[in-house]
């Protein structure tokens, strides 16, 4: 089934570790996002990437990192984790080239940071 | 800086009823307003959209409603169900501007009481 992926489903990691969390997409999207979900404070955009070869910020990047090889695969890196980012990260992707359709969401990773 | 903003955390509906979810956003360049419903431990799934040259979009159920001098957008549900208990979250973007990011708001959870 196409769509998108997401790895590890969940992970506890100990601080100051470096990690990286995978998300591959089958749907050829141009875009693919990072978003991190915690309690009160919904869905919030780590990085963003319109299409391979670029990325850019959202409003949470402090600590994270992205890159963007190909068309299908967006890596989140955690240079160095610490407990605040304990959270569940969400991976999704879009269409994107400036048309207006929806994005598709992975079914997440739960981070741990202890 | 919160550009999208559901200022209902959570919402109680008795099952037959209309569930009326609220969104209000700040950026006049968003052109694309979606909803997305989310289950526990699972990624957000697409509902419905509705571009900003419209007004008004219903999918069975589901209408998604936009006052853009209000920049307010509402999803109604009718009837509801129990199987609408979720959270929702609306999303807006700017693609028509270039910008693929996909802002979200930080959710309300909807309770069907049967």
């Known amino acids: 089934i196409a769509g998108i992926t997401q790895a590890p489903t969940s992970q506890i990691l100990a601080a100051g570790r470096r990690m990286t969390l995978r998300c591959t997409q089958d749907m050829r999207h141009n875009a693919m996002y990072w978003y991190r979900q915690d309690l009160g404070l919904g869905l919030r955009l780590i990085h963003y990437?319109?299409?391979?070869?670029?990325?850019g910020k959202g409003e949470v990047p402090d600590g994270y990192s992205v890159s963007r090889a190909n068309t299908d695969d967006f890596p989140l890196t955690l240079a160095s984790a610490v407990p605040s980012q304990t959270s569940v990260y969400f991976c999704a992707s879009r269409k994107g080239t400036g048309l207006n359709t929806e994005a598709f969401f992975g079914q997440g990773t739960r981070l741990t940071v202890v | 800086d919160q550009q999208v903003k559901q200022n209902s955390p959570s919402l109680s509906v008795q099952e037959g009823r209309i569930s009326i979810l609220n969104c209000d956003y700040t950026n006049s360049m968003f052109d694309y307003f979606l909803w997305y419903k989310k289950y526990p431990a699972e990624g957000p799934t697409f509902l419905i959209s509705?571009?900003?040259?419209?007004d008004k979009n219903e999918d069975g159920r589901f209408t998604v409603f936009l006052n853009k001098s209000a920049k307010h957008l509402s999803l109604h549900i009718v009837p509801s169900q129990p199987g609408d208990s979720a959270v929702y979250f609306c999303a807006a973007s700017a693609v028509g501007f270039g910008n693929e990011k996909l802002t979200f708001g930080t959710g309300t959870r909807l309770t069907i009481i049967p």
């Open positions: 990437s319109n299409t391979a070869g670029t990325t």
């Open positions: 509705i571009s900003s040259i419209k």
